[in-house]
């Protein structure tokens, strides 16, 4: 999409992150019969708290966020998590823009996300992107967390 910007995240935006994230992972709640997950039960007090210790982007079309991602960095290691796309907007390659952002300004040789097994979609995308699986750990529910990994050029 070519009218779509990225630009860092800031605290100001935790509210259209958080109805964005929320939106998003409506659908990974169903798939895992969940509707407690913290994607769709974090506070505004909370999420605002989180982007105030973490980093990350947002991507806007005109003045909307239509997508976010949170990243930390300790140099090593670019820890990646809620990457969140309006549900309207998937599909139209904002999620892949914001993964590269978050790894271009990344400072670490490696950056690693995890999400769950039975999100194919996810599974698809990060590793169209890159990602190979380097762990699993079974949830003991039939699911499991699929850690995934990237090299990153320094």
Do not use: H, W
Not at 99 to 115: C, G, N, P
């Amino acid at each position: 999409m070519s009218d779509v910007t990225v630009r860092p995240i800031r605290v100001a935006d935790a509210g259209e992150v958080l109805t964005i994230q929320r939106a998003a992972f409506v659908s990974e709640a169903q798939i895992y019969g969940d509707p407690q997950a913290t994607p769709l039960t974090q506070t505004l007090e909370q999420l605002e708290a989180e982007l105030r210790d973490a980093d990350g982007f947002v991507a806007l079309i005109g003045q909307r966020i239509v997508g976010a991602i949170r990243t930390r960095d300790d140099g090593v290691l670019l820890q990646i998590g809620r990457l969140a796309i309006a549900p309207d907007v998937q599909g139209e390659g904002i999620g892949r823009m914001l993964l590269a952002a978050a790894e271009d300004a990344s400072i670490s040789r490696e950056a690693e996300l995890f999400t769950g097994s039975l999100s194919e979609a996810n599974i698809r995308l990060y590793e169209e992107c890159g990602y190979r699986e380097s762990e699993r750990i079974d949830n003991g529910d039939g699911t499991a967390q699929v850690f995934m990994r990237k090299s990153l050029a320094i």
